[in-house]
């Protein structure tokens, strides 16, 4: 133990008389252990922004979608399927469930005469489910059933087309038709991206299911239920067959996935993700390695002399091998720790984490494994590169120090 508190403080000694050398060599790792940080941790904020995507399509992982439909193609009564669901469902307590009617066309009063828009006829859950985002506003609460002037969420481009009139004064859209009258904008949802002009209704379903005796002959509805992954491959086939129970014959009812992780090659393409970042930081670290272990053969070279000199007062060729060994491995990992702290101090910044990807939501925290794995890379490359110079260490013998 002694020897080894005495190698180290030969180590510390070095570092404090080699500052220049020693500073040149820590900015590169620490520069290569930072960037190899920074890519494990970036890795982790896109894997959460590619699911926040895929979410919003298809829901969020287990998302069940259950649809009915007939085997000769009439209109099945929406009404009694939906009473159905409704009692199998509260058997099972799920705690977000939604019903989705698509195919319904509203005639929209605009600025210029009548258009025909789509809509989606959908229950305050959708949201939820499929962490719907709005550019301004807010979603459906399960209380806007009962107001007077029921509440939609229109898209930006059909937003613009009405006068852009900001939320703080109520703008109201007027439909015609069977569900016809004056409806509150309360929320205004972003274009999907570049040269997105789709104008689009959302309309809570028991709002508008009150003004209308049936759903238009095109239209259709499916429901979602968002129950996790822990109990979908459980729940879903009884789901399946307490629906089916009893069904009008000629009638078929579906329950499958729609979400992302049920999805073929969804773990293969994370996977590959993992292998790509991973195989970068690998080069970025061997990169700093090799810088590193090359400034420290360089510095080994001016180093003859001293290291004779003390050959010649006694110390053992252990004590100079652990102290040309633990110089490289102390640097180093002050180093790492250092480009650690300041990818840490950036990543934290929600500014920088929402530019870099933009509509992400539930922004997790700083992944310790990234930190963790710089450290290591630290101590590793520390190692590797002392271990080389320290060898060379070993072969300086007491002659070599008068030849120098």
Do not use: C
Request: glycine share 8%; proline share 5%; aromatic share 8%.
């Amino acid at each position: 133990m002694t020897g080894f508190l005495g190698a180290l403080s030969d180590a510390w000694a070095e570092i404090r008389v080699h500052k220049l050398r020693v500073l040149l060599s820590l900015i590169g790792i620490a520069v290569s252990v930072g960037a190899l940080t920074a890519v494990v941790a970036i890795s982790e904020y896109q894997r959460q922004f590619q699911a926040e995507q895929s979410d919003r399509w298809g829901g969020r992982a287990a998302t069940v979608v259950v649809s009915v439909s007939s085997d000769d193609g009439t209109p099945v009564d929406a009404d009694e399927f939906d009473a159905r669901f409704s009692r199998v469902s509260e058997r099972f307590g799920f705690s977000h469930t939604a019903r989705i009617a698509q195919g319904v066309l509203l005639d929209v009063q605009l600025p210029d005469g009548i258009a025909q828009v789509p809509a989606r006829v959908i229950d305050p859950a959708f949201s939820q489910i499929h962490r719907e985002r709005l550019l301004e506003g807010r979603w459906f609460l399960d209380s806007d059933v009962e107001a007077m002037a029921p509440p939609v969420v229109i898209t930006e481009p059909l937003w613009e087309r009405l006068g852009r009139v900001p939320l703080t004064q109520h703008p109201t859209v007027t439909l015609s038709g069977p569900a016809g009258g004056t409806y509150q904008v309360v929320g205004i949802t972003p274009r999907q991206g570049f040269g997105d002009e789709e104008l689009r209704v959302d309309l809570l379903y028991d709002a508008y299911r009150a003004r209308v005796d049936a759903l238009p002959a095109d239209a259709w509805t499916q429901y979602e239920i968002w129950m996790g992954t822990g109990q979908v491959d459980q729940i879903a086939p009884v789901l399946a067959m307490d629906l089916r129970a009893g069904l009008p014959e000629g009638q078929t009812v579906t329950v499958n996935r729609s979400d992302w992780a049920a999805q073929p090659g969804a773990l293969d393409a994370q996977a590959t993700f993992e292998m790509v970042t991973g195989g970068i930081a690998a080069l970025i670290l061997a990169l700093g390695a090799l810088s590193l272990i090359n400034i420290q053969l360089v510095a080994m070279r001016q180093r003859v002399r001293e290291i004779g000199v003390r050959r010649a007062f006694g110390a053992s060729s252990g004590r100079v091998f652990f102290a040309v060994f633990l110089e490289s491995l102390v640097a180093t990992t002050v180093a790492g720790v250092i480009g650690i702290a300041i990818v840490v101090a950036v990543l934290r910044s929600e500014w920088i984490i929402t530019s870099m990807f933009y509509g992400i939501q539930d922004i997790p925290p700083f992944p310790m494994r990234a930190a963790l794995i710089g450290l290591l890379a630290s101590v590793i490359v520390g190692a590797v590169s002392g271990f080389i110079p320290a060898l060379v260490a070993l072969r300086v013998k007491v002659i070599d120090a008068i030849r120098f």
